[in-house]
C-alpha cells in the first residue's frame, strides 16, 4: 500500500465518550493493518491491530474494524480515559505481513476530564 | 525482556557533516525497519533489513543507508547532512513482519 488518509487529525472528546478514527488505503491487496498510539515524547506503540481475514477485533475499550471493499478501517476507543490522549496513527502493513509499514499523518486524540 | 534499543537518543550535527545512528532489536527479532518522522511528514519508511540484506527501501535519497550485522544490530547513516535531515528516526524490529515493535528513537538535529 502506497497511500493511507487518516481523519481526523485532531480529536477533542470528554472522559467517557468514544472516540473514532478512520483510515481509507489504497492498495486492494492489502491485508494487516495495526494501530500505533505515540504519547508526547515515547516512541509509538502498538495498541491493535486487524487482518483482512476478519471484520473487527476488540481489545477491552479498543475495538478495529475492516471493510475490505470500501478500504477503510477504524479504531473505536470506548469509554475514553485522560491517558487514552495522544497521538494515534493507523498503518497500510500491505500483503502477508510486509516489510514496509505505510502510515497515516496521525490523530492528536485529546480526552478532557 | 528487553525492547528496541536506540543510540545516541540525541543527536546535534552541522550542515555536511555525517551520521551513523544504531539499533538494537528484541532478542531474536531478525527484521529491523528505519523509519523518519517530522512534523510534516509524518512517519515514513526508509529501509528494512533481514539476515543482513536489504529487502525494502523507501523514497529517500542515497545520503540515507544502512546496514545489519549478523547478530541482527542495525545501523542507519546519513551523509552530508541537510537542515531537512532534522528529524526523530526511529527503529523498529519484528520477529514475523506482522507486529513491529518501536525504539525510543535518536532525535537528530542539523544546524
Known amino acids: 500500500g502506497e497511500n493511507v488518509e487518516q481523519h481526523p487529525s485532531t480529536l477533542s472528546v470528554q472522559e467517557g465518550d468514544s472516540a473514532v478514527i478512520k483510515c481509507t488505503y489504497s492498495?486492494?491487496?492489502?491485508?494487516?493493518f495495526p494501530w500505533y498510539k505515540q504519547e508526547l515524547g515515547k516512541r509509538p506503540q502498538l495498541i491493535i491491530d486487524?487482518?483482512?481475514?476478519?471484520g473487527e477485533k476488540k481489545d477491552q475499550r479498543i475495538a478495529v474494524t475492516l471493510n475490505k471493499t470500501a478500504k477503510h478501517f477504524s479504531l473505536h476507543i470506548t469509554e475514553t480515559q485522560p491517558e487514552d490522549s495522544a497521538v494515534y496513527f493507523c498503518?497500510?502493513?500491505?500483503?502477508?505481513?510486509?516489510?514496509?509499514?505505510?502510515f497515516g499523518k496521525g490523530t492528536k486524540l485529546t480526552v478532557n476530564p | 525482556k528487553a525492547g528496541v534499543t536506540q543510540t545516541p537518543r540525541y543527536l546535534i550535527k552541522t550542515r555536511g557533516q555525517q551520521v551513523t545512528l544504531s539499533c538494537s532489536p528484541i532478542?531474536?527479532?531478525?527484521?529491523v525497519s528505519w523509519y523518519q518522522q517530522t512534523p510534516g511528514q509524518g512517519l515514513q519508511f526508509l529501509f528494512e533489513y533481514f539476515s543482513e540484506t536489504q529487502r525494502n527501501k523507501g523514497n529517500f535519497p542515497g545520503r540515507f543507508s544502512g546496514r545489519q550485522f549478523s547478530n541482527s544490530r542495525s545501523e542507519m547513516n546519513v551523509s552530508t547532512l541537510e537542515l531537512g535531515d532534522s528529524a526523530l528516526y526511529l527503529c523498529?524490529?519484528?520477529?514475523?513482519?506482522?507486529?513491529?515493535?518501536f525504539g525510543s528513537g535518536t532525535r537528530l538535529t542539523v544546524v
Open positions: 492498495d486492494s491487496a492489502s491485508n494487516y
Open positions: 532478542s531474536g527479532h531478525r527484521s
Open positions: 523498529a524490529s519484528s520477529l514475523d513482519l506482522w507486529g513491529y515493535t
Open positions: 498503518a497500510d502493513g500491505g500483503e502477508g505481513g510486509s516489510e514496509k509499514l505505510v
Open positions: 486487524i487482518r483482512s481475514n476478519v
